[in-house]
Structures are given as C-alpha cells and as structure tokens.
RNA sequence: GCCCGGGUGGCGGAACUGGUAGACGCGCCGGACUUAAAAUCCGGUGGGGAUAAAACCCCGUAAGGGUUCGAGACCCUUCCCGGGCACCA
C-alpha cells in the first residue's frame, strides 16, 4: 500500500497546498515530507534563496559574454527549443544542464565562455493555432517564449541573456533572407568542388548565341535555389507541402497525416551538389558515430555504372543505372518507370491502353502505397524491346511501378537471377531468369537452386560459365563478381556503352511552404516572366498581416491574398509583378542560429568577420538525435556555401555533436495491451501493478513521456517541490548524459537529501555564518585526501562530461568529511566543486563563507599532490588468477621484498606460495607502484 | 533484411588503456531518536555454502566457445533489447 501512494504521488494536484510567492513567478508548493516546517529556520530550504540568485546572476550581468575572447574560448550551444504552448519538459533541462554545468567550469577555469539560447519561433503549430483562433501566430509565439524564459531561468542557466534571438524577429530573418539571396546569386562550380558567385559562371558559346533569355534561364539552371515543377509530398490536412524527411512511412511527422503526391512549383536548394563535401567533412568532426552514419546513409552514395542500351526501331538510348555491373550477362528485360517521359513513344499500339491503364493507376496511388515494403510487383509490357549492350541480345521493355523516376535515370535492367525485385517482377511476368554469379561456398542443393534460377543469390561470388564472346574474351569465368564488375564496366567505357558513375541517394531540398508563419522570400515575379531579388539593403521584407492564415485548397499559402503586399509595380519601368507567395520551411532559421549569437545586434551584418573567426566554430552542440539529418545536414550545408563565398572562416560549423539521451517514464498495460494512465494505477510493496477501478493485473512497462499517459514531469513541479539544485542534479545522477533514462520520482530523494547534507556540511543548520573550522595545520589526513581526491576526481569527469560520476565523487567526498575535522579551506574547495553543478546552494555557501562576490569566476581548486601522497599502497594477491588476499606495502618496496611479502602473507592460508613460484607484478602505469601481484605455482 | 548502439544486484548505474566486479544513489532490512509517525543519524544489503560467531570456500557481468598469468572489457558464434534506414536498382 505504501506503493500505492508514491504512485498517486506522482499527481500533485493532490496535495497542492495554498500558493506562495516563488522566483519569478507563482508556484504552488506541494505539502510534503521533504519541505522542512517553517520552524526549521537554518536547514536546507532551497525555496529561500534560489530565485535570490537567479535574480542576482540577471542583475549583475554575471554571465554576460566577452566581446572579445581572450586566451581560450569555448563555444557551447544548445539546440534551441521551439516554444510549444505546453512549455518546457523535462526532456529540455537536460542538454541544458549538462551545457550550463561545463560552461560554469570552463568560466571557472578562465575561459572564455559564449553560451546563448534563443528560439526556433517560426513553425506550424502556433499557425495552426492562428488558424483556429484568428489570433496572430507572432503573438501566441511570443507568450510561448516569455514562459520558457522564465522557467529556463528558474533552473538557473548561466546563458548570456542580452544574446538571446527569435527566429521570427524582422531583425533576425532579415539576414535568413539575406542568405537566401547568397544562395540565390550562386553556383556551384564542380571542377573546384565550391560554390561561386552565379556572375562567374561560364556561359557556353551557343547559349551565348540565343541570345539573353537563354542565358538567364542558364543561370536559373544553376542557382542554388531554383524553381521547378516537381512531384512534391502534399499533405491536404496541413494544407502545405512537406520536405522528404518531414514525412514518415507516408503520413506528415507533424500530425500523421496522410501525404499524397502532387506536382506544384516550388523553390527547391541544390543541396545535392555537396554531396561529396558533406559526406567527406563528416571526417573532420567530432561527432557521434551514429549520427555520421546516419548522413551518410541518408546520403546515400554508391558507386555503380551507367549502361546504355539500344531501343529496338527506334533513334533512342535507354540508360539505366546499376551498383551490379557484374550480373549484365544475366539481364532478360527492362523497366521504365511509369513516368518515364519516353514510355508512351516506344509502346506499341497493341499495349497502349494497357499500358495507359497501368500509368493511371500509379498515377493515383499514393508515394506510401506505392512504397510499402515487399509489395506485389506489378508492371505492363510496352511491346517494345531493348538490345543488351554486351551480348547483343533484345530483351522486353516493361514499365513496372517499382522503379522510381527520382532516382538514377528512371530505368533499370531486369536482372532476376541477382536482385530480389527482379526476381519477384520476373516470376510475376514470366520472364527468363539466367543465373551469372554463383556462391562458392554453398552446398549442393542451394548451388543447383541458384543455377536453376529458382533462388536469387544477392551476395558476392563468382561468375558462372557462359558462352557470350565479349564473356569469354574478358575471361571472366571463375572471378570474383567485384572483380568482373569493373572489367565490365571498363569494357562498356571503351565500347562508349556505359560509364562508370557516382550516384546519391538523397535529393535537392524542397523549400518553400504554403504557409503564413515562415520566412518570405525576398523575390519578385514579374509579369513578362522574369524572377529578380530584392536588394541587400531592402531587407527584411516583413509578413503582411492577413486576416486568415488558412492556405487554400489548391496549396495556395495565405500570403497570395495579401494584395496589397503582394502587387508590386517597378517604379522605373511600370512592369507590373507579384511577390512569391510561399515562405522558407522552419529549417531556414535554424541553418545559422549559431551565426548570429556570436553577433546578435548587429544592423550592417548578419555577423562580423572577426568576431566569426575569432569564436566558430562550435566548439560543443548539444542536443537530441532526432535532428541528425535535417537539421544538421541543412546546417553544414549552408554553412559551406556561406564558407565558399567568404563569409564565415570554417569549413564546419559543429566541431563536436553530442547527443543527449531520452527520458522516458513508466507506463503501464493491460492484458489487451491498452495503455493505462499512470494516475489510474496503483503499485503494491512487491512492484505488482494493479488498476485501481477493477483491479486488473497491469504490466509495467517504459515509454515516452506523453500527455496521454500524464507521466509527463513538469519540471516546474519539481522545482516547487526540492529547488532547482535538486533537478539539475537528479537530470545528471540518474545515468551518462547520451543514454536514455528513466524518471523514478523516488531516487530523486537521493541526491536532494546530498544537497542537505552538503549545506549541514558547512552550516551546521545555523541561523547565519558557518560552522567552526580547524586550522589547515590540525586538518584530518583523511579529510584533506578527502577533498583533494575529490578535486582530481571532479575534474577529470567534468572534462569528459561524466556528471553523474562527478556527482558521485562529490557524495564520496561528502561522507569522509561527515563527522571529520576539517578547515575552512576544504569547505572551500567543496563549495567551489559542487559550483558548476548546484550553483545556487554553491552561491549561497560562498556567502555564508565571507565572500561578497559570485564565485562564478573563481578560480577552479587545484589538487595538492601532498595531500594524496600516501608512503604505502595496498596491493591485490592473486593465486593462479583468483583474488586471495591484499598487503598493504611500502611504496618503493623492492621486487624480491615484495616477493617475500606474499609468500609471508599466504603462508599460512589453503593458498601457499613459493619464491620459486612465478611472480607477475602489476605496476601503476604512472608511478610504478605496485598494485597486483599474480602468482602462478608450479 | 541492412547499418549503428547496448545487455553488469530488486532498480538507476560504477569499473581510467586487459589487473580487487558491483563505486555512488534508490529500494529493502536492522538499530538510535520519538508517546507515535515523518524527517534525521548509524549499520547491513549480488547469489550460494560453511560457522556458535568469524575466518573461509564456491558461483557470478545475456548464452556458448577462444586468446591471456589474468577477461565485464579483446576475438568468434548465438540470443535478446533500443535506435536508424529500407522497392534507391
């Protein structure tokens, strides 16, 4: 029954008590055990100075950023939040913490520190919002803003305030638009693997002769930004196109909605060209393997070769991409995709309305239909016929809705004896199946299965007989499939049928969005056709207000009825024109956040070069895994162009990437697997999980946090109840920062009754001052190995982001001082370590210690090696590899000593040695000193 | 299916480059204080055996094998969990 209670605990409506004045703002403080009675006056009460501090820190400025750097500087960001209406998470705090405790060390070791927060202010659901209630997105936004401020505050964050940007600020976007123009006016040059200024892109003589029309559609060409007719994910619910990666086995990400395929205009980034440059850079930087292998998944690069193969009667050139060369022998057919633009002239008459119907139908299926995994493979023959560039031999064209126009050329060589799909589509069509690659480890009836194409064998292997000349002239009998592969595709070079070629799975990034809340593009489209920019110094070109912010049902986004925003007329000419109605995706003002902290006001510039050089790149970025290929790839693509252009001085923007891991709660299901909510159970002494209206056995499980389940932590609440401290310190103590973890609203008592003790530590609970101290000279030997071991501990772990280990350490050294004399010095040195971690008790400590300043910049304690010294050590026993015993020894003592030790130690045990016996000793790779001798008896 | 992580007490997790497995905390057990409870403080706590009590012994880091004087860590095989990708030719 006691569980029982804890887990309704968890809801603490319950037992909210009347409101008090707290920080900033009001919270409602729950009764309970750990809130100590007002009459307690000197205990730990967190409640009484916090919210000093934070005020303090505001006030005096403490965190403000150096202008300038001086000596070494440390770049620390967060990924900044997008202020949802539900406010912060607990899942929040927890980058945050970890940054804010390594930038308070780092400023304590005299770094310089730059450490911003700001938001990602543009975005759907406050548009959404705006929808349904008519009221304008900026203003929903703003509130949201305002909140999360006031509780980031109240965790007390050391972020430099005065630096803190909004990515839906006219100030802000101004110089998104402007980068987009960079992106407008540039090109990338291939030769030289950098973008170029559009204005030095080498027009070819014969678009030269057609004249200026060309030329500028030559230029459009290039650009970085383009705009095309595409087949886009159009999703009706949200009323917007959404980017490849926004949508999720067919359904929005935001909202699950469905998304269907549908041609529009729309801006489009040639973030492709850098493929190569942001699959190589990956390198270069100091980032989560995971994460880097997820870009170059996403990226997708294979090498493979292009083949050409003849259309039977006709003066085309079908060409079609391929990773297996090496199976060409084995090709019997062909497959366009059903959009392939050359199907309706090479079908003959006898299938044309078959193969009409069979476009059709793809036509109307949805991109997640057509996707779905191991779905029957269909197709239509188109009655022609395709020669096989390597053998001569015409085999069938199909078009089949399997092979996708956006990838490679539209086109495939059936191959059915290697290749999965084609092997499926085969069996389906009866086409013939010719086995070329055999596997040389395979048994006998698996060997005979892949000769009589009844398996398809996918894996390396040798290439089986075959009679084709150019087969055995190339000698490919009997060698490795790799091997014939680039001995075909060398061949095909020679012969002018095929190349070699580099292709890439991942596409140009689609844009722009119909939508009110974003960035508008700073462009004109005028009524003869031509699209020109805005200038530099026109910038920002602000959203109109519009009385609704719904986009209408043909995809329009509400900016197209903002006329008078909308109509333009040039003043010179009177050309008449309209501004582009879309606006840029939320990615856009995220792409270079990281810029403008490091100048935030600047009016002339989006960032100052000196300043640029002086503190990029990011030196620690902090934040979940789930941006690993949006954001960060957007990011580091922009940064490039913007790097090429001269802009910025680095080729990368994040020098490491850390991802901080998951909190997840307990949940609970029933037999029918349904989720209960946590306030609906109740859990007895022995863990056994019980629903409270019918008693229903329940299974404890782990999931998300989700509204739906209310396991959601409201950090406030937490607050309220132990103090900021508490919370900063359970989020590190309850696991490494990159693993996921689990909230228990029971261990969080553990490190908050280690702050009380730590403040019992010094205070002795007194009304005012501190406890009485000894002289450094009468100071316990174990309390200064105490403080000093902590000092080495704390320190290594800080630097390796070890919190939770620091913490522990910080509790070690906690209960050797408990009950030890010890000196106003090692109550300092205490102070100043658990600083970065709980800053506001530190603070408050400091005070009470006589210091009338923040110990913000106090210098971080240095370990005194004398205090650890130590003239014995304990060294481990160990008989034929087991533990036995432990001696405690000199030092320095000498091997055969040492030797004469263990034969005295074990002499009398059911584990005698000898010194003829043969001794390993184990030294401390640093001092030498002995730590284990193993000894092996004859 | 493919690619990354990861499996250590009742629970969260420690263990620096192969050298005392289980630090620290939660929970639990016992004790002190209290009329009582909470809070607080002190002690114990991987499993098994042995003992009057100890000393002591055996087993133990998902499973099996290997390398080594010595393996949680390295190698091979298998199983399980988490994340990502997936008709990309």
Not at 197 to 206: K, M, Q, Y
Not at 320 to 337: E, I, M
Not at 745 to 770: H, P
Not at 906 to 915: E, K, L, Q
């Amino acid at each position: 029954m006691q569980g029982a209670a804890r887990i309704r605990s968890r809801t603490l409506d319950q037992r909210l008590e009347c409101p008090i004045l707290f920080g900033l703002w009001t919270h409602r403080v729950p009764r309970t055990s750990f809130i100590p009675r007002t009459a307690d006056v000197a205990e730990y009460r967190p409640q009484d100075f916090e919210a000093h501090w934070q005020r303090y820190w505001v006030e005096q400025k403490t965190f403000r950023t150096p202008e300038h750097p001086q000596g070494e500087k440390f770049y620390c960001l967060d990924m900044f939040p997008y202020p949802s209406g539900s406010g912060l998470h607990v899942g929040h705090p927890l980058g945050y913490t970890a940054t804010d405790i390594i930038c308070r060390y780092k400023r304590m070791r005299g770094v310089s520190v730059l450490h911003p927060m700001g938001f990602d202010a543009f975005g759907l659901p406050a548009e959404q919002h705006a929808i349904k209630t008519g009221e304008h997105p900026g203003r929903i936004t703003d509130a949201n803003c305002d909140h999360f401020l006031r509780q980031m505050k109240s965790i007390g964050f050391s972020y430099d305030w005065d630096r803190e940007i909004r990515t839906c600020d006219p100030d802000y976007y101004r110089w998104t638009q402007w980068i987009f123009l960079q992106l407008y006016h540039a090109y990338f040059d291939h030769e030289l693997q950098k973008a170029r200024p559009i204005d030095e892109l080498p027009i070819p003589a014969e678009v030269q002769a057609e004249g200026e029309e060309a030329v500028r559609r030559y230029r459009d060409d290039h650009r970085f930004a383009y705009y095309t007719e595409a087949d886009v994910n159009w999703c009706p619910a949200l009323g917007t196109v959404l980017a490849n990666e926004e949508v999720i086995d067919g359904r929005s990400e935001v909202g699950g909605h469905e998304v269907v395929r549908k041609p529009m205009k729309q801006w489009m980034l040639r973030i492709t060209d850098y493929a190569e440059r942001l699959l190589a850079d990956l390198d270069t930087v100091d980032w989560p393997e995971s994460i880097k292998e997820m870009q170059r998944n996403w990226i997708g690069k294979r090498h493979g070769a292009e083949i050409d193969f003849e259309v039977v009667g006709h003066d085309h050139t079908l060409s079609c991409f391929t990773t297996r060369p090496d199976t060409l022998f084995g090709c019997t057919f062909f497959v366009l995709s059903p959009e392939h633009p050359l199907v309706d002239e090479l079908t003959t008459d006898d299938r044309r309305s078959e193969v009409e119907a069979y476009r059709e139908k793809a036509r109307l299926m949805s991109d997640f239909d057509r996707t779905i995994e191991n779905r029957e493979k269909t197709g239509a023959f188109t009655g022609a016929a395709v020669v096989n560039p390597i053998n001569g031999r015409e085999v069938p064209l199909l078009i089949g809705d399997y092979v996708l126009m956006s990838y490679g050329t539209g086109a495939v060589m059936g191959v059915p004896g290697h290749d999965d799909r084609d092997f499926v589509f085969a069996r389906n069509y009866g086409l013939e199946i010719i086995p070329v690659v055999t596997d040389p480890k395979a048994d006998e009836p698996r060997r005979r299965a892949i000769l009589e194409g009844e398996y398809c064998f996918t894996d390396p292997g040798v290439m089986l007989p075959c009679d084709d000349p150019v087969f055995v002239e190339l000698g490919l009998e009997g060698k490795s499939n790799e091997e014939a592969k680039w001995i075909i595709t060398d061949w095909l070079a020679a012969q002018d049928r095929g190349r070699k070629v580099v292709n890439y799975r991942f596409r140009d990034w689609l844009f722009s969005r119909q939508r009110y809340w974003g960035e508008p593009f700073p462009l004109i489209h005028w009524e003869d056709g031509e699209v020109t920019t805005l200038e530099a110094s026109e910038l920002p070109l602000t959203l109109p207000e519009v009385e609704e912010y719904k986009p209408s049902d043909d995809g329009e986004s509400p900016l197209a009825r903002a006329e008078e925003w909308l109509e333009v007329v040039d003043p010179v000419t009177g050309r008449r024109g309209r501004r582009e109605t879309n606006t840029m995706p939320q990615w856009a003002g995220s792409c270079w956040y990281y810029l403008r902290f490091v100048d935030p006001h600047n009016e002339k510039t989006f960032c100052d070069p000196l300043l640029e050089k002086e503190w990029m790149p990011v030196d620690l970025y902090v934040g979940g895994a789930e941006h690993a290929v949006l954001h960060l790839l957007y990011a580091r693509f922009w940064h490039k162009v913007l790097h090429d252009l001269g802009h910025v001085s680095t080729n990368e923007p994040f020098q490491r990437l850390f991802n901080q891991g998951m909190i997840n709660a307990h949940a609970y299901k029933d037999e029918r697997g349904a989720l209960v909510p946590v306030d609906e159970v109740e859990v007895d002494g022995n863990g056994l999980a019980t629903r409270i209206s019918d008693g229903a056995k329940l299974q404890q499980i782990i999931a998300k946090m989700s509204k739906s389940l209310r396991n959601v932590i409201n950090p406030d609440e937490v607050i309220a109840q132990y103090g900021a401290d508490t919370l900063r310190l359970y989020l590190m103590f309850m696991g490494p920062l990159e693993s996921s973890r689990i909230w228990d609203d029971q261990a969080i008592s553990g490190v908050y009754r280690f702050l009380k003790r730590s403040w019992t530590l010094i205070t002795e609970n007194r009304d005012q001052g501190v406890r009485e101290f000894v002289d450094s000279g009468d100071e316990a030997r174990e309390s200064l190995r105490a403080i000093h071991g902590a000092i080495v501990e704390v320190t290594r772990d800080l630097d390796t982001l070890s919190f939770n280990t620091a913490i522990s350490h910080l509790m070690e050294c906690l209960n050797a001082l408990s009950g030890q004399a010890f000196s106003k010095q090692t109550a300092e040195y205490f102070t100043l370590l658990l600083a970065p971690l709980a800053p506001h008790l530190a603070e408050e400590l400091w005070r009470r210690l006589g210091h009338d300043a923040s110990l913000a910049y106090e210098h971080w304690p240095v370990a005194d090696e004398k205090a650890l010294a130590e003239d014995t050590t304990l060294v481990v026993i160990q008989v034929r590899g087991k533990k036995r015993a432990i001696v405690e020894v000199d030092k320095k003592i000498a091997e055969d000593e040492l030797k004469a030790a263990v034969v005295g130690v074990m002499a009398d045990t059911n584990f005698p040695v000898a010194v003829e016996d043969r001794f390993i000793v184990v030294r401390d790779k640093k001092s030498g000193e002995p730590r284990l001798v193993n000894v092996i008896v004859q």
